[in-house]
């Protein structure tokens, strides 16, 4: 018993002690397929804004959980490019030290710049800020600290080539004191006085420690080394410890805290450790180890990030970098440690109450009660069949329907099982679907053979189709209403028990009814409006008395998903379960998913009836484990760590119009030249979990009339846009608060005084031409506007006069000069190009491709140099081709933007084709 409680104290404080970290530690991989343009990750730093900052062996890449961003290191010796450190001042100014120096991103330009080159011309090992925005620098020759852009040096040793000189890393100390840990050494130094004072090693030298990383938690220093894993220091008595503690690789990598117990460690060799300081123990690890899933890809780690919203980063040699996923923890999956843990069940059915948990799934029942400490599972051979479809309390038991082994009673004082009714042939071999009760004390079961009626452990009645108007099948629930009324579900339809008859009604539905279906369950909410939830197709709603009814309205959220089960919150929302996701409905307007992001370990809902227990708790049967909602949405703050934030702006295709934007209070303003007709607009959430599963809301005001839904995406592109003003807004799903808007602004091409001269010249002579040609050829104008057609255009085309004939040739003339031609190969080939081929002008062919084609221009060539890559990959002469080299060959301009378009139009990376068509190219 003193095992028992001394384990589950432990399990107690490892919960504690990680619960700043995410719901799952599900990894995310990232490499050159996603866009990372080099594999060996060296620096890792999440910046005020929200932007990860990684630091690779030949450049700094910036990524926002969609896309990447890269600066690229010049220079002749490719063995000093490599990135050491990222650190930020105020003013969300991004410096960067490698071996040729320290550096700082110029956002405008898009580069990376070096900063007092002439003054810091060797390696930068360490940056480290203050909340007064100075930056201390550590370098190979010494320290700089760099205030109001005034640059101080201060060297520890007088010889500049000193290996005292060599600074490695430093930390910020209590007492307005300065840790400079260098090669071989550990210093303090006074920041008001600028005293160092070196730390004695006592009775060992320690000559061959090379010192690496710096952490301090209280009042201790950790320090990693490259030979003797992590030494620590202890500040008060000036004492080091050496072997504090074995982590299966004395090559320490990475070293960094959370300020209170958690050390996190990256080790060359053996993975990540989360160490408690307190307890001098390895809370948790993660390897690479062959075989198994879930871990991290390699043990080579080379950085590490746990950042504020406990995500963890880490970084590899030559294998990119790897990231847990962000779920918020708005639901969490129930466990009761260490006996039972609802991880991967699929569960059916639910019953819960203030003490006692009864989970129902496809492997047997589970019992928990958490108040008395006891738990029980039942599986087969106790249970005939270990898939539970229902669970029912009444009168101080729970009643068990299976699939194949009938019925059971659970009797929770003793934790003891029985049949319900062993002569009854349903009860023992059959299907119980539901058991309910009515008003009248009457429990109610649907069976594979018909519905039966029990009152004090007495059978009423047996319903079947051919004693009754139930119709044929099996009858799969059935719902009583504020009225009496019950609602019977079967397999071939709906039919109705009515409290004032006592018989089963078929014929009392109004034509246009949905009583010939298969519902799943019908739900009343305290409107008293009924949901029927059928097995395939969109929600059907009526009122009691069947008057008034209708399907759910199209276009939403909902659409195309087929719902497993209803319940109504305390404020009046409906939460719908589907085979696509969990939804929360305001009876409005207003529909909110949640998916993974919010802990949902699956998207997929079976047909598990919800429960509200007494604390107002939601508990849902998902089908990988038993989840719960953590807290009152009423409770929860809507402003997330980092806000929505407008990333790029591209104007026709081509690089970020970085110089033009401005932000002010979630208000961005880019002002754009009047050829700036194409506009790709790029955001992001930086919430860094899986982008299929972002959503977001927009609208382009006066293009779009209400908001529309975008999941899966971080960017949006219009054409063709014409000279004026524009609001774009986009927001989370649900969250009015989490707007910004970007304000867009195109100039006209014209001098509106001098060109207004001239267009009023040149309107008065074509409006007197236009008078002379239609006196003389009025009849035969006329004939030819009857004989036009004209195709039905958007409102941007609203002008034009482009013909459906002349859209049909077009199209078939660019088929041919593509197939002929080929001249999607042209990387640089414009629309105006091609419009010049065509004897068109750009606005036609833009017509063409946006309203006839329903593509836009770069799709239309990027489709053809897909077909082009894959016919190359057949062709034997090409087999010695790298992927970027085929790419380039079929006209894609960047190894990226091919790997894009290809998972984009495929669903697969081309490293994944080529693997399935049996070839061998690789990069």
Known sequence: M????????????????????????????????????????SALYKDSVGYLWIGTATSVECFDGFRFKHYPIFGDDEKLKWVNVIAETQGNRIWVGNDMGLWRINKESGKLEPFVAEVIKFGVRSLLTDAQGTLYIGSEKGLFVCKNNEMEQITINADMWSSDNFIVDLNMGEKDTLWILTRSKLYSMNLSTRKITLCPCGDNDRQDYTYRKMARIGSRLYLGTMEHGVVVFDIPTGKFRDNWIDLGCNVISSLSGDGKDILYVGTDGNGVHFVS???????????????????????????????????????????????????????????????????????????????????????????????????????????????????YPFQGKYYIGTYGGGMYILDSSTLTIRDFEPSESPFVKGHVFCIKSDNDGCLWIATSMGLYQYKDGEQLNHYTSSNSKLPEGNVLDICFDSTGKGWICTATGLCIWDPSTRSIKSDVFPEGFIHKEKIRTVYEDSSHELYFLPDKGPIFISDLSMTHFRRFQPGTLLEGKDAMFMIEDREGWLWIGTNQGLYRYDKKNTIVPYTFVDGLPSSVFITCFPVIDASGTIWFGNSKGLIYLTRDLRDINEENSYPLAITDVYVNGKEPYHPAIQREQHLYKVSLEPSHKNLTICFSGFTYSDPAYMSYEYKMEGMDDDWQLLGGKSELTYYDLSSGKYQFKIRRIGEPGSEICLSVTIASSFNATLWGIILLLIAIICLSYAYYRRKKNSPALAADAIETGKPIVEEK?????????????????????????????????????????????????????????????????????????????????????????LAELCGFSSRTSFFRYFKKTTGITPNEYVQSIGRTNED
């Open 2 to 41: 003193n095992n028992l409680i001394r384990h589950i104290t432990s399990l107690i404080f490892i919960s504690f002690s990680l619960s700043a970290y995410p719901i799952s530690y599900s990894f995310r991989g990232l490499s050159e397929t996603n866009g990372l343009s080099d594999l060996t990750v």
């Open 797 to 885: 085309y609203r002008k034009s006069n482009v013909s459906m004939e002349e859209c049909h040739r077009l199209a078939n003339e660019l088929d041919m000069l593509m197939q002929e031609k080929r001249l999607y190969v042209n990387p640089d080939l414009k629309i105006a190009d091609l419009a010049s081929v065509l004897n068109v002008s750009p606005y036609t062919l833009s017509y063409v491709f946006n309203q006839f084609l329903n593509k836009n221009y770069y799709d239309y060539l990027n489709d053809y140099r897909i077909a082009e890559f894959k016919r190359l990959l057949n062709e034997d002469e090409y087999s010695k081709y790298t992927l970027s080299a």
């Open 277 to 391: 300081v307190k307890e001098n123990k390895v809370m948790k690890s993660f390897r690479y180890e062959p075989g198994t899933n879930g871990g991290i890809r390699s043990n080579s780690v080379y950085s590490l990030l746990v950042d504020r919203e406990g995500l963890i980063w880490v970084g590899f040699y030559q294998l990119g970098l790897d990231y847990t996923l962000y779920q918020s923890g708005l639901f969490s999956t129930y466990s009761y440690s260490p006996y039972f843990d609802s991880k991967d069940i699929p569960v059916r059915a639910i019953a819960i109450n203030e003490n006692e948990r009864l989970i129902g799934s496809r492997n047997g029942l589970f019992y928990v009660d958490e108040t008395n400490r006891r738990f029980r599972s039942f599986k087969s051979p106790q249970l005939r069949s270990n898939m539970i479809m229902c669970i």
